[in-house]
């Protein structure tokens, strides 16, 4: 019963985060959520008060970790195909200029 709750919710979330275009509003709109006094669940509730924020709590931590994992990724795989394009080496070598010098 709890999957079948909350995977379409997470589904939800996980397609609307990875898109670019609403990415920092969603995450904003998440802090928003866990740093204001409205919830869905009143945290004066024992335990059903403090689940909400902690699901959006996890969400966001996973999520922005997820991009900073992602990022750095993309470098150094940026980084790797610079260093092993053979196209540099050719330019390296064309942009060599030999000087004759006379005294």
Same mark, same amino acid.
């Given at each position: 019963?709890?999957? +079948?709750? %909350? =995977?379409?919710?997470?589904? +939800? +979330?996980?397609?609307?985060?990875?898109?670019?275009k609403y990415r920092w509003l969603v995450l904003a709109?998440?802090? +928003?959520?866990?740093? /204001?006094?409205? #919830?869905? /669940?009143?945290?004066?509730?024992?335990?059903?008060?403090?689940? #909400? #924020?902690?699901?959006i709590a996890t969400l966001l931590i996973t999520e922005v970790s997820q991009m900073i994992i992602d990022r750095r990724n993309a470098q150094r795989n940026k980084q790797a195909t610079t260093e092993s394009d053979p196209s540099n080496d050719?330019?390296? %070598?064309? =942009?060599?200029?030999d000087v004759k010098a006379t005294v």
């Open positions: 019963m709890k999957r +079948f709750l %909350a =995977q379409p919710l997470y589904n +939800f +979330f996980r397609k609307l985060i990875r898109n670019p709109g998440g802090l +928003f959520y866990l740093l /204001s006094p409205l #919830d869905i /669940s009143p945290d004066v509730l024992p335990v059903v008060g403090w689940l #909400d #924020d902690g699901m050719l330019l390296n %070598a064309n =942009q060599t200029i």
